[in-house]
């Protein structure tokens, strides 16, 4: 892999061996990295580190369930252009004017590399994965309203997230590089931590990582807390100015970490009223 770039993870995002190892394989092979992983494991956040590592602009897209690939390379604005012909002074005969490249198409058509995040893909429909593979194993696609063709000057870093909503076809994923991202271990999340908080009490920081794993493991929890969660917490704690030692009784702001009425009602079966904690 001399030739190609390689990814070692930024200052601000913390990637493991085996992560690293899958990105730096996707920029060989120059194929999508399909990332997995429960929410708040990193998974879109990796589409951004790739770029800050590279100096690479981020193109981000959204899917949603009613996405499809042809939305991703351009779309006809006929509403725009239907206003312009009956208020505007707009000249509403050349169409290219109301052609508007979607972010596939903007990858297509930039004058350098570009990281594409095609994020929460399971969103859409079953044949969205493998119309969109095919337009990137073509690299080029034609403005049906104009004829112009529009050729890809160069191959964008393609990242695609994915929740599990749905099986995803198996011929889509053999044009992938896959990796499942786990939820780190405690010591990896220290050094995630140090990153956001690099001043915090280290023994705050050890009783609240205690305190925060011990939520995550306990049965029937409906939305376990996440990492943007622990650090959102641990802010909290740090302004309120709570000691180590008050983790040891109770978790203060508990509604930082659990978001779901249940859950809460869970927690209390599990520990007890008394270590909810309270407001303040």
Known sequence: MSDFPRFRGTASYLAGPALEAAVNCSLALERPLLVKGEP?????????AIAEALDLELVRWSVKSTSKAQDGLYVYDTVQRLYDARFGDADVKDIRHYIKPG?????????????????????????????????????RYTVAETGDEVVARH???????????????DAFLRRCVFH????????????????????????????????????????????RP???ELIDWLLV?????????????????????LKKEQDHGVFAEAYGGRRRGGAS
């Open 237 to 257: 704690l740090a302004r309120a100015e709570v000691q180590a030692e008050r983790l040891l009784r109770e978790v203060p702001f508990l509604g930082v970490l």
């Open 226 to 228: 996440s990492t943007s």
């Open 155 to 169: 191959r964008p870093v393609v990242v695609l997230t994915s929740n599990n909503e749905k099986e995803l076809p």
């Open 103 to 139: 972010p596939l198409g903007r990858a297509f058509g930039s004058a350098s590399r570009v990281v594409l995040l095609i994020d929460e893909i399971d969103k859409a429909d079953i044949e969205f994965p493998n119309d969109l593979l095919d337009e990137l194993d073509r690299m």
């Open 180 to 223: 499942f991202i786990d939820f780190p271990e405690a010591e990896h999340m220290k050094r995630i931590v140090r990153v956001h908080h690099p001043a915090l009490d280290e023994e705050l920081v050890d009783q609240a990582l205690k305190s925060f794993y011990r939520i995550r493991t306990t049965d029937r929890l409906r939305k």
């Open 40 to 48: 708040g494991t990193g998974k879109t956040l990796l589409a951004t």
